[in-house]
C-alpha cells in the first residue's frame, strides 16, 4: 500500500486547512484509513480515523472542529480542519490499517502561527 499525503501548510488561528491521502497499490483488507500527528518533542498521537463501513473516531481535542471522510471510488481520505488552534502545529501522518499491518504515508507539516 502506498499513501501520498497533500494539503498541509501555513495558516492563522482560526483558519481551515484540508488534507487529502490517496492509497494505491494492494488496497484490498484495509479496515480503516486515517490521520496521527506529531509534535515536536510529543508522541504521535491519532488524530481521526474512519472505518470502511464509515464509522469516524476522533480525539477529544479536535471533536467538533475536524472532519475525516472518505471518497472510495478514489481511495482517498480527507481531513478539513477548521477553527485550527497553535496547538494543532504538527507533521501530519496518513495512516492505512489492515488486520496485520499498518500502512504510514509521509508526513505532510500543519503550522498554524499568527
Known amino acids: 500500500v502506498q499513501l501520498q499525503a497533500s494539503g498541509g501548510g501555513l495558516v492563522q488561528p482560526g483558519g481551515s486547512l484540508t488534507l487529502s491521502c490517496a492509497a494505491s497499490g494492494s488496497i484490498f483488507s484495509i479496515n480503516n484509513m486515517g490521520w496521527y500527528r506529531q509534535a515536536p518533542g510529543k508522541l504521535r498521537e491519532l488524530v481521526a480515523k474512519i472505518s470502511t463501513g464509515g464509522s469516524t473516531f476522533y480525539a477529544d481535542s479536535v471533536k467538533g472542529r475536524f472532519t475525516i471522510s472518505k471518497d472510495h471510488a478514489k481511495n482517498t481520505v480527507y481531513l478539513q480542519m477548521n477553527s485550527l488552534k497553535l496547538e494543532d502545529t504538527a507533521v501530519y501522518y496518513c495512516?492505512?490499517?489492515?488486520?496485520?499491518?499498518?500502512?504510514w504515508g509521509p508526513g505532510t507539516q500543519v503550522t498554524v502561527s499568527s
Open positions: 495512516n492505512a490499517g489492515k488486520p496485520a499491518h499498518d500502512y
